[in-house]
């Protein structure tokens, strides 16, 4: 079995990723959920909308007079600022999750592997009458994913 992944994170490195993310939260108070039907339906700021943003307001700020008197330009360049500093932030943010996420699933794929390796020991050990290993089995078993854990009924 390969094992692409190899280390420990120590209880106070955990709490430390904890406490910095804790700040994240705490310095981004501001922060919202949306539903899926608002994702959905919100008009959407990209790489190639951002330019278009930009010169808009730039273009508002310079032409008051065809500026609508709904449309509020110091909400519209606060809202410009905001979303270029989130995107900022958001970045580096889903490159280092991606990472995370990517590493989280190999090592749970590697752990996995071992179990199923284990198991499939046990199972052959049980069979063979080694002592103790029947429950072992059993335990394992019953908490096998995709098993049901009781008996199916049988049919007469």
């Known amino acids: 079995m390969e094992n692409r ?9 955990e709490q430390s990723i904890l406490d910095a993310i ?5 310095d981004l108070p501001m922060l919202i ?3 899926a039907e608002d994702r959905h339906d919100l008009p959407k700021m990209g790489d190639k909308t951002l330019a278009f943003v930009t010169k808009s307001l730039e273009y508002a700020k ?8 709904f449309l509020n330009i ?3 360049e606060k809202d410009v600022n905001a979303a270029t500093s989130m995107s900022k932030i958001l970045r580096p943010l889903k490159q280092l999750l991606e990472r995370i996420d990517d590493t989280t699933m190999l090592t749970g794929s590697e752990a996995y592997s071992a179990a199923l390796i ?14 103790g290993m ?5 335990d394992l078993q019953s908490r096998f994913p995709g098993r049901s ?3 199916a009924p049988t049919q007469s």
């Open 33 to 35: 959920n949306l539903s």
């Open 74 to 76: 110091p909400e519209f």
């Open 5 to 13: 992944v190899s280390f420990s994170i120590t209880p106070e490195v």
């Open 134 to 138: 029947k429950t072992v089995y059993d």
């Open 149 to 151: 854990k009781t008996a």
């Open 118 to 131: 284990f198991y499939g020991a046990v199972k052959g050990a049980a069979k063979a009458d080694v002592g």
């Open 62 to 69: 310079q032409n008051p007079g065809v500026v609508p008197p």
């Open 22 to 26: 804790a700040q994240i939260e705490s």
